[in-house]
């Protein structure tokens, strides 16, 4: 099959009048539906702007070629857009596109497919085939050029005596890959050099670089997206180690940077490895991606486990046991069998964390080390640290001063601990690339983990004792705070304390402090108000640990410019864990924006915990949310430290206006916060709103329905409101781009400044 063949008549068009990407996307995806090309519209367009969340299509030269591989495709082929007027498709070159070229396979049809979208990547990176796309007419003329012509072959005098060699791969293994390919030839030709360039795309290892080739090669390029396979062969060569958008736009620098030995880095990757790229520092500089393949693995435990555990809540209110005090959720045989689930689920949150950071830097390496880092850091089975120190449990907790007993790091350790696991991954791997051949295979198998294990564990043993100093030293001053009748302070640092980690050691601590006053155990004089008030602090604890993610579910319908549809879906979850008491369920917003997220969450839960402070509410169960709200008081109007109606009525309603009102007032700080600096350029959405999305859905809806009266002026209002919008996001892109070009100018002078001391 030809390229040629892949293109119709039916979906290709010329000189049509579409604004922006999106538009683009819309008209082809409807199209393509028409002609029975996909099945799903909506599937389509998720795969599309899936991949364009990766990384840009927009390739350069006013060309873009978004493509899909999914199963909504029903036969391979390549729709055809020639734009009259040029849309921002964020390109490589920061150039407009008028060319778009919209690649979709579902992957099952045969290689000649492959190969045929393959030949696109080469064709579309010549001058003069742009030229003719431009002055296309019709689909003959397009077919035309793309029409492939015989040519000579170029002989080598001598095999493997070639001047530039190198090997390319992008994720899909369908457009980059071929294209810095391409570019890399025409960059070496046109220094009157030899090239030789391996791909490793959708169709295989093609082109495959000999050991002949290695060994006599002047220059070598690795530009890749993804991991490479076989690097092995290259072992102890000088490379340069870059990405395909690189090599596209400057092969011809590449090439002179070889030559002048700068830039370059030595090859040792284990034998027949093909995780070579996961084991250089530049993974580890990548930490928004690194964070987020810890987070998207997570989420779906943090979600589950949450609304599961609500479950468990609501059964236990249902059943009458809102007294259960700490256990609430477990009284009642049927919650009991949701609790453990939801609990199970969540427990496993930390350690998911920290072996997919590892793991997203160095690969299937990294995933034990970072997990173990991650239970260590959560302390969930209790064999390194527990109260109870005998047999089994706090094995670690014995080696230690009582005061660092049920130390735990939380998130914030599994992040670090996941960083430190691939660290130490990388170390050992490099450590024994002189491994014998025969040892080899027992080295990746037993050495590396073995040592991997050891080392981490170690290392988070470190870790956990300056940890554990601290979190004690902080509970100490709190208890001494509430021993001397300050309980008002006490409780402005509680509900501010746990808010800073959700979840975290600080969350805990805060938390633990609570349980201590619901036993009686925070204040020990009976003779003392403190004593009587001290379940203040468990009130003040569970209000503000209920507020960050309904802050954030807040925060997303108010400000939905301001999210990403993702973030706005996930965020739908967190009304119910707000509402159960399960402050984890911010974690991953936390994650992504740690600065916004937890000084609004803190602004909040300060607030909380002095209103709960002023009006002297107090609870006697640790946990349950808002279906232990019945327990709530305030002690303004007991009798004799005895609950009444009024009391109870004055606590309940006191705390749920207490927290809607510093909810919303810390959902507005979040959202005012992140609007402005989106304006800014400060901050840039890892993917799409929605809100365009949204308003094309609504367009099409109301030329869909045929009952709609003034249709037209509906229509109006709707394009003027996506015109506007085009022009926001517009304006933002230019926005970001001179907000990192005065990050980029301040680091340069930064730098200078240390070169001239």
Known sequence: MELKDLFSKQ??????????????????????????YIKSVEDFKKAVYKRESEGSTGVGDGIAIPHVLNPTVQKSAIAFAKLKNKVDWQSLDDQPADLVFMIMTNGKDGNEHLTALADLSGFLMKADIQAKLRNAKSIKDVQSALTKEDKKVEKVEKPGSYDVIGITACPTGIAHTYMAQEKLEEYAKAKGLTVKIETQGRRGIENKLTQEDIANAKVIILAHDKALEGLSRLNGKKVIDTNTKEAIFKGDQLIEKYQKNEGLTEVKAASDSSEFSEFTMRKFLDVKGNLLGGISRMLPFVVAGGII?????????????????????????????????????????????????????????????????????????????????????GLWGRLLPSSLKGTESGFIGAIVGGY???????????????????????RDIVFIPVLSLLSISLTMFVINIPLGYVMGGISLGIQKLAELNLLWLVSILIGFMM?????????????????????????????????????????????????PPIMIAMSTVIFPKAWTAKDRDAAKANWLMGACFVSEGAIPFMVKDPKRVAVSAMIGGALIGGLVGAVKIKLLASHGGIFVFPLLSSSYLENSATMTGGSIALGAGGALVILLGASFLSAMILGIWRTADIKTGKLTLDSTNGVKEAILAKIESVKANEKIQNKDVKLNLLNTKLNKYSDFETELATKQK????????????????????
Do not use: H
């Not at 009048?17 to 539906?33: A, C, H, M, T």
């Not at 059964?315 to 009991?336: H, K, L, Q, R, S």
């Open 499 to 547: 808010c800073v980690d959700m979840g975290g050691p600080i969350n805990k601590i805060a938390y633990s402090l609570g349980n201590l006053a619901v036993g009686g155990k925070l204040v020990s004089d009976a003779s003392s108000q403190g004593y009587t008030d001290q379940t203040i602090i468990m009130a003040s604890a569970m209000l503000a640990g209920m507020l």
């Open 309 to 393: 555990l609500g479950i468990a809540f609501l059964i236990e209110f249902a059943a009458g046991n809102g007294d259960a005090g700490g256990n609430f959720g477990t009284v009642n045989p049927a919650a009991g069998w949701f609790a453990a689930i939801g609990k199970t689920s969540m427990a496993m949150m930390v350690p998911i964390l920290g072996a997919f950071i590892a793991f997203s830097i160095v690969g299937s390496q990294g995933l034990m080390p970072g997990m173990v880092a991650g239970l260590f850091s959560s302390n969930i089975m209790g064999f390194a640290y527990s109260g109870n120190e005998s047999g089994w449990d």
């Open 11 to 36: 979906i290709s068009f010329f000189d049509v009048e579409l604004n922006s990407k999106d538009e683009v996307i819309e008209f082809l995806s409807n199209k393509l539906q028409e002609e029975k």
């Open 738 to 757: 001179a907000y990192q070009a005065l990050v980029e100018e301040k680091q340069k002078q930064k730098e200078a400044r240390k070169a001239s001391k």
């Open 420 to 442: 430190l696991a691939a660290l130490l991954v990388v170390g050992w791997s490099k450590a024994m690339t002189k491994f014998p051949k025969g040892l080899q295979g027992a």
